[in-house]
């Protein structure tokens, strides 16, 4: 049935793989298509009663594909001339990522809970599929990082701000700069860190202890606390967040960047944007000294 994702139902859990490791499992519309369908199917059965999202190969995601038809979009005049919509406009721009956003609050909104198990780069898109989800649990020597701040545009979910706070949301969007998995869950981006050897039997107990539970009672649990962030804003924000990732699709650096990756490709466009950053790397106890390549200097 599904081409980018694997999903299986075994032992009152369903889980989803983003399968597409040769890519770091980028995530494309399909994939994301093909997720929510898992998830909509994995919440209508009631063999399952939590879910599970995960990664295939080496890492979680790293993040939106941005390589051919698969690229986010960014507004331009010249784009494409057919009946259907491109990114020819500002409104063009902000339904497709609400298009593609539909289908990742699938995760808020289906009844059951999901857990995140991240292992390896969770990046960019990365983190907005792993904040929807009810708990994050993080292997250690993960990374987390949104380096499409630095001059592509602002995230399109903005579920960092409820789960990390305002300072260290902004800290690491006003700079692409990254963390570890460790520093991740201190921050209250996941529940919890573990060593990535155990970070599968960590996830597998916690869905062991959810399956001994009716079903209907973890989503009237879950939906509580989802209702509680709504009160919040958190949905209202996923909204805005789109509109506003359009606004900085205006940006200069962001028609730069499509601009470059036309001429030298994405690779090269995506070296010379990080470059300046050194290991990109933020530190979240303690001082950060760099050397003259911009690397933290270890205590």
Same mark, same amino acid.
């Given at each position: 049935?599904?081409?980018?994702?694997?999903?299986?139902?075994?032992?009152?859990?369903?889980?989803?793989?983003?399968?597409?490791?040769?890519?770091?499992?980028?995530?494309?519309?399909?994939?994301?298509?093909?997720?929510?369908?898992?998830?909509?199917?994995?919440?209508?059965?009631?063999?399952?009663?939590?879910?599970?999202?995960?990664?295939?190969?080496? &890492?979680?995601? @790293?993040?939106?594909?941005?390589?051919?038809?698969?690229? %986010? $979009?960014?507004? *331009? /005049?010249? =784009? !494409?001339?057919?009946?259907?919509?491109?990114?020819?406009?500002?409104?063009?721009?902000?339904?497709?990522?609400?298009?593609?956003?539909?289908?990742?609050?699938?995760?808020?909104?289906?009844?059951?809970?999901?857990?995140?198990?991240?292992?390896?780069?969770?990046?960019?898109?990365?983190?907005?599929?792993?904040?929807?989800?009810?708990?994050?649990?993080?292997?250690?020597?993960?990374?987390?990082?949104?380096?499409?701040?630095?001059?592509?545009?602002?995230?399109?979910?903005?579920?960092?701000?409820?789960?990390?706070?305002?300072?260290?949301?902004?800290?690491?969007?006003?700079?692409?700069?990254?963390?570890? &998995?460790?520093? @991740?869950?201190?921050?209250?981006?996941?529940?919890?860190? %573990? $060593?990535?050897? *155990? /970070?599968? =039997? !960590?996830?597998?107990?916690?869905?062991?202890?959810?399956?001994?539970?009716?079903?209907?009672?973890?989503?009237?649990?879950?939906?509580?606390?989802?209702?509680?962030?709504?009160?919040?804003?958190?949905?209202?924000?996923?909204?805005?967040?789109?509109?506003?990732?359009?606004?900085?699709?205006?940006?200069?650096?962001?028609?730069?960047?499509?601009?470059?990756?036309?001429?030298?490709?994405?690779?090269?466009?995506?070296?010379?944007?990080?470059?300046?950053?050194?290991?990109?790397?933020?530190?979240?106890?303690?001082?950060?000294?760099?050397?003259?390549?911009?690397?933290?200097?270890?205590?």
């Amino acid at each position: 049935m599904f081409e980018e994702i694997i999903y299986e139902v075994e032992n009152g859990r369903a889980r989803i793989t983003l399968n597409r490791p040769d890519k770091l499992n980028a995530l494309t519309m399909k994939m994301q298509a093909e997720m929510a369908e898992a998830l909509w199917q994995a919440d209508n059965d009631r063999a399952v009663h939590c879910v599970i999202i995960k990664g295939a190969g080496r &890492g979680f995601s @790293a993040g939106y594909d941005l390589s051919g038809s698969a690229a %986010v $979009p960014v507004s *331009r /005049l010249d =784009a !494409e001339t057919d009946d259907k919509r491109g990114a020819r406009s500002v409104d063009d721009d902000i339904w497709q990522l609400e298009r593609a956003q539909r289908y990742r609050m699938s995760i808020f909104d289906m009844h059951k809970p999901v857990i995140a198990q991240v292992h390896g780069p969770c990046v960019a898109g990365g983190t907005d599929i792993a904040l929807l989800c009810d708990i994050v649990i993080i292997a250690d020597d993960a990374t987390v990082s949104f380096p499409a701040g630095r001059n592509l545009g602002a995230l399109p979910n903005q579920m960092w701000l409820y789960n990390v706070g305002p300072q260290w949301t902004k800290r690491l969007m006003l700079t692409g700069d990254s963390i570890t &998995g460790t520093e @991740a869950a201190q921050l209250g981006f996941a529940l919890k860190s %573990v $060593p990535a050897d *155990r /970070l599968e =039997a !960590e996830v597998e107990g916690l869905a062991s202890r959810m399956a001994l539970i009716d079903a209907d009672i973890l989503a009237a649990n879950k939906r509580a606390v989802n209702l509680g962030m709504e009160l919040m804003g958190a949905r209202t924000m996923q909204r805005l967040a789109v509109e506003n990732d359009v606004r900085g699709h205006q940006a200069a650096s962001a028609h730069a960047f499509v601009r470059q990756v036309g001429e030298m490709g994405l690779r090269q466009a995506l070296k010379d944007r990080d470059a300046p950053f050194g290991d990109g790397r933020a530190r979240v106890n303690g001082p950060e000294v760099r050397d003259t390549d911009g690397r933290l200097i270890e205590d």
